[in-house]
């Protein structure tokens, strides 16, 4: 068996073909005038193989893991891990450049005007990725929570590595750089629940019975099928204001994006039973005294 394998290999030897892949191999592709920086055949061969081994133990790492997790997490999990990957790429390319005798730090002296100029380009598209990642991580925001952010309103829609997606009440797909939550003021109407606490305010004539405002007013609010029992609604009466006395009606909604809808019915109810029983909402008024200077 031995004789065989060492004829076989005096054969391979003897036709050329071992010199012949090696010299393939060996082929220089780019090498700078220093000889610092060497790219053959062989290597870009190499850095093929090692991705692909590479690829196929990160899968193999990510079904183990994401098999222990609860089906909400899943989706912010493969979010983080999509980030993750090229990382561990980036580290075994260096890794392997270096193991084969390519000098990693002449490559980065040679580009390090190039790689300044794209950091400071990609300075935002970098906090963009911090940013949703540590949204994924705190669950500061999930999909399906109404947000303000910048006096805009939304629906959250999907929730990426650079952005997030929400839709407005007009159905316009709101596209927001996650960077904005690190610097920007959000507003979560949803985190505590799917409920929150709307007002509507009115003014009203001085010399108005102000018991039965309130009863109106209750009454413009319990009557609207969206509104809540419990916690049930309130009045107050907020301020004595130049020309009316001011109230403000406070009741719960199940469902604070589409705010709006009910709010406007609860005005024109309000409207209606105040015409119904004379109480008038008063408009600003001026008393203007001319001066004749001749007098």
Do not use: C
């Amino acid at each position: 068996m031995e004789e065989k394998l060492d004829n076989i290999e005096e054969v391979v030897t003897e036709s050329g073909i071992w010199e012949t892949i090696i010299d393939f191999l060996g082929k220089i592709l780019y090498q700078n005038e220093e000889k610092t920086i060497k790219i053959t055949i062989g290597l870009i061969l190499l850095v093929g193989v090692i991705y692909i081994i590479t690829t196929i133990v990160l899968n193999f790492i990510k079904r183990l893991y994401v098999k222990r997790l609860p089906l909400e997490d899943k989706a912010k999990f493969n979010t983080v891990f999509s980030f993750a990957r090229w990382l561990v790429y980036l580290v075994v390319l260096i890794i392997v450049f270096d193991a084969v005798g390519v000098n990693v730090t002449a490559i980065f002296a040679a580009s390090a005007a190039l790689l300044i100029g794209i950091g400071l380009a990609l300075q935002t598209l970098f906090q963009d990725i911090i940013s949703g990642v540590f949204i994924l991580i705190d669950q500061s925001l999930r999909v399906g929570d109404i947000i303000e952010i910048e006096d805009k309103i939304g629906r959250v829609e999907e929730i990426k590595l650079r952005t997030t997606r929400a839709v407005t009440i007009d159905n316009k797909v709101l596209v927001i750089p996650n960077h904005l939550y690190l610097t920007n003021s959000l507003y979560n109407w949803t985190q505590n629940g799917t409920t929150t606490r709307e007002s509507v305010s009115v003014g009203v004539a001085y010399g108005s019975d102000v018991q039965l405002v309130k009863q109106l007013l209750l009454q413009a609010v319990n009557d609207h099928p969206n509104v809540l029992d419990d916690p049930e609604p309130t009045v107050l009466f907020t301020d004595f204001a130049d020309s009316s006395l001011n109230f403000k009606v406070v009741f719960t909604l199940n469902d604070s994006f589409k705010s709006n809808f009910p709010k406007s019915d609860i005005r024109f109810e309000i409207d209606k039973l105040f015409r119904a029983n004379n109480v008038s909402i008063p408009f600003p008024q001026r008393d203007i005294h001319i001066i004749d200077p001749k007098k």
